[in-house]
């Protein structure tokens, strides 16, 4: 079992900044991935950026030079510095934790709402 816990959301006029922060249960060396993930009302769950055990990184293209994903193996944490912020950046953001051994957990979700 993993628990996730995410903070650091919030309200925010276009242009500004905020940082998304996960802290894992247990070691992220575990994890075979972990990412932000953000959801809309009646629109499906979309990948925004991962990290993958391999030391790779994918990012949505929606996002390419404005967010960039992190992580502190020291303090079990995956973190999302998100710059430039839009209106269309509204949503529900989830942190993920994938493992095949482990299994894959969700964070209870983060509110980042950002006004025009």
């Known amino acids: 079992q993993v628990q996730l816990v995410e903070s650091g959301g919030g309200l925010v006029q276009a242009g500004g900044s905020l940082r998304l922060s996960c802290v894992a249960s247990?070691?992220?060396?575990?994890?075979?991935?972990m990412g932000w993930y953000r959801q809309v009302p009646g629109k499906q769950r979309e990948l925004v950026a991962e990290?993958?055990?391999?030391?790779?990184?994918g990012t949505a293209d929606s996002v390419k030079g404005r967010f960039t994903i992190s992580r502190d193996y020291a303090k079990n944490a995956v973190c999302l510095q998100m710059n430039n912020l839009k209106p269309e950046d509204t949503a529900v953001y989830y942190c993920?934790?994938?493992?095949?051994?482990?299994?894959?957990?969700w964070g209870q979700g983060i509110q980042v709402t950002v006004s025009s």
């Open positions: 993920n934790y994938a493992s095949t051994i482990l299994g894959t957990y």
């Open positions: 247990r070691s992220i060396l575990s994890a075979d991935k």
């Open positions: 990290l993958r055990s391999s030391g790779s990184a």
